[in-house]
């Protein structure tokens, strides 16, 4: 079955830092994979899709990279801010059959002023 | 505002009690789902539906069932509560067009 890994270790980093989140993900090449935000006592909420022929894709200060040679998206937030604090969670659908979206457990980041 | 609409947001539950989640979407999407989120375990797929009429099992479905008699709605049932259904329960569901999922806020579920 398809297994994701997400840093489980909280990510510190100063205000005005690039924050650099990692999902690793093995078995199966995914048609594409996502990025969501989930601040505490809330749902998810979608940032960006990278689909499986895409190297990078970006909006506003997000980034994300997908190399499916190292089975491997790197996600980025460039001049971090305290607001940016919340945990990232990485999603993928593997391609053919019913779509089953299969999370990560998620990676914290705190951004100190 | 369109989106995701769970309820009840928390309930405390004795159990062997029967308990059902509810969940509305009024963006007219095909595909939804239903998941738990445990601390240190993420979330965990428990029923997915791909259209109204039509459901199937995710990875953790022993306990919980779930119905599809619309587009609109996709209540979760425990037939009888346990202590480890203890969890954080999130609907969502899936635009075809972007594959973007929506969440709705978590319906807070205590077992006792």
């Known amino acids: 079955s398809q297994k994701i890994e997400q840093n489980s270790e909280a990510l510190n980093i100063q205000e005005g830092k690039t924050a650099t989140l990692t999902c690793n993900y093995t078995n199966y090449s995914p048609a594409y994979l996502q990025w969501y935000r989930q601040d505490p006592g809330r749902g998810p909420v979608f940032l960006l899709l990278?689909?499986?022929?895409?190297k990078e894709k970006r909006k506003e200060r997000l980034k994300v990279t997908f190399d499916t040679t190292l089975k491997q998206s790197l996600f980025h937030i460039t001049a971090s801010q305290p607001a940016d604090s919340a945990t990232y969670l990485c999603?993928?659908?593997?391609?053919?059959?019913?779509?089953?979206?299969?999370f990560g457990r998620g990676t914290s980041l705190i951004v100190h002023p | 505002i369109a989106g995701i609409t769970q309820a009840p947001t928390s309930q405390i539950l004795a159990a062997g009690r029967r308990m059902t989640l509810r969940c509305t979407q009024d963006?007219?999407?095909?595909?939804m789902y239903w998941y738990r989120q445990d601390l240190g375990l993420g979330l965990r797929l428990i029923h997915y539906?791909?259209?109204?009429?039509?459901?199937g099992k995710g990875e953790v479905p022993d306990g919980y069932s779930v119905s599809r008699a619309n587009t609109d709605d996709f209540p979760l049932t425990l037939a009888s509560a346990v202590p480890s259904q203890t969890s954080v329960y999130f609907c969502?569901?899936?635009?075809?067009?972007?594959?973007?999922?929506?969440f709705g806020e978590g319906s807070r579920l205590t077992v006792l």
């Open positions: 999603a993928l659908r593997v391609p053919g059959g019913s779509y089953i979206p299969t």
């Open positions: 539906s791909n259209t109204a009429g039509t459901t």
């Open positions: 990278i689909r499986e022929n895409e």
């Open positions: 963006m007219r999407h095909n595909a």
């Open positions: 969502a569901s899936r635009d075809r067009d972007s594959g973007e999922l929506f």
